[in-house]
């Protein structure tokens, strides 16, 4: 009886280290990494799918296939929309992540990265970033946005019109003004193309996870951001 009772134990403690290893440490990180996301990225709306085989992998940062949709993010000054990562053979380091809670990979096959700034986002950043702006309303096309505004010049109501591109150079992206013209009862039309420099939306140093900005699309109503992180070898 003594040996069935100490058999049974064991393998009691053998079920609840399996449970403990295959189910509830793998949640335990996923549950960890998204409340990071979450917050790195400004977010409560957020699905992450983390795979590894076995799954225990993921209590240790290994991941086989990673999933994260994001339906609203920011991430520096840019505001993103239905932004996905996505990613294969992937490791967080782990210590550093209990450490200060940040996601750092220190090593991924792949990763990828792709968001949408729309109108609307665009038309938030240059609310914020060009002070005492009023009805601004802006439109993306294949060749760049146009933006139009109000505000007040010289105590009078003034009117607003800029073009530019969202383009990124060394790895920052930012909008770059191809045209500024303002118009007033006072000055009529003034042409300031050189008296604004270009409007930074994200600098290279905050994007997460070591990505890097390969592809910018402009189409109507969005602009497609694209950033891969270079394949470790």
Do not use: C, W
Request: proline share 2%.
């Amino acid at each position: 009886m003594t040996m069935r009772k100490v058999l049974l134990g064991f393998v009691i403690i053998l079920a609840a280290v399996a449970l403990l290893a295959q189910f509830i440490l793998p949640a335990i990180a996923t549950s960890a990494i998204k409340a990071k996301v979450v917050s790195r990225l400004s977010t409560d709306n957020v699905d992450v799918s983390m795979q590894s085989a076995p799954n225990v992998l993921l209590a240790i940062g290994d991941i086989d296939k990673m999933n994260i949709v994001v339906h609203r993010a920011t991430i520096g000054a840019v505001y993103l929309r239905d932004l996905t990562l996505q990613g294969k053979k992937v490791h967080i380091d782990m210590a550093s992540f209990l450490e200060d809670q940040a996601v750092s990979v220190s090593h991924a096959e792949q990763l990828s990265l792709r968001g949408v700034i729309g109108e609307n986002e665009l038309r938030r950043v240059l609310e914020e970033k060009i002070s005492r702006l009023d009805n601004v309303e802006v439109r993306i096309t294949p060749d760049g946005m146009t933006a139009t505004a109000n505000t007040k010049l010289f105590g009078r109501k003034a009117d607003i019109a800029l073009t530019g591109k969202v383009v990124e150079d060394e790895g920052t992206l930012f909008i770059k003004m191809t045209s500024l013209n303002i118009k007033n009862a006072l000055i009529g039309t003034a042409k300031l193309d050189d008296m604004f420099g270009n409007i930074e939306l994200l600098k290279a140093e905050k994007m997460p996870m070591g990505l890097k900005i390969t592809n910018i699309v402009h189409q109507d109503g969005e602009v497609i951001i694209e950033a891969e992180r270079r394949p470790d070898k």
